[in-house]
């Protein structure tokens, strides 16, 4: 019982400190600018429905 309380103390602590890792990673490191990501999003169109409501949509080019 104590084995296996240890063992998912650890397991859980491995997890936090590989996803601290990884996060502090791509923070510290990161492979493409904010600017370029911008690049690659589709213009976003706003429609507005006679009643008001607003709908967003987003042309991708690929097939629905």
Do not use: F, W
Request: glycine residues 6%; hydrophobic residues 35%.
């Amino acid at each position: 019982m104590l084995l296996r309380s240890l063992l998912h103390g650890a397991g859980r602590y491995v997890a936090r400190s590989s996803v601290r890792s990884a996060t502090t990673a791509l923070q510290t490191n990161p492979s493409i600018t904010y600017e370029q990501t911008l690049l690659n999003a589709p213009e976003t169109r706003v429609t507005a429905i006679k009643n008001g409501l607003r709908v967003a949509s987003e042309d991708y080019g690929l097939p629905t």
